[in-house]
């Protein structure tokens, strides 16, 4: 299977998401609370498998060019992944990378079974998914949300 390649654009929105204090680099404590962030839940020890899968030296965080491997890891199995894409594809209606709450409440609108108050929901989904709270949701907050959130 030929891998999408990660565009910059996207590869950029998820280190800024992983790298929680900003000192360019990604560490074991980060990965972990990124994941709590999105609901999940992850061990200490899963958590120091990966950046030990991502890194080429031994120290402590991973930079932002070993983040490359460290994405591809947290995202996982291609094809599930896929599907993943396609999904946040078909909500990005503007197709700039990002879901808006008026993207959202346009796909919800267009659905059935949303009943109650379609703004509110638009709303909801939007704040679960957006983890760094700046209005829109990024495909990396979109596959970290989808993936690693306990049902």
Sequence with gaps: AIMEVVKESEL????????????????TEELKMLIE??????????ARGMIRQAKKDRNGGIDYSEFRKLWAIVRGEEEDELEIREEFRRLDLDKNG????EEMLAVISGCDYFVSDKLVEAQKCIADLDVDQDGQVSYPEFILVWKYRKQ
């Design 12 to 27: 950029e929105e998820a280190f800024k998401l992983f790298d929680q204090d900003k000192d360019g680099l990604v560490t």
């Design 37 to 46: 962030k999105v609901g999940g839940c992850m061990s200490e020890g899963e």
């Design 98 to 101: 990002f879901i808006t709450k």
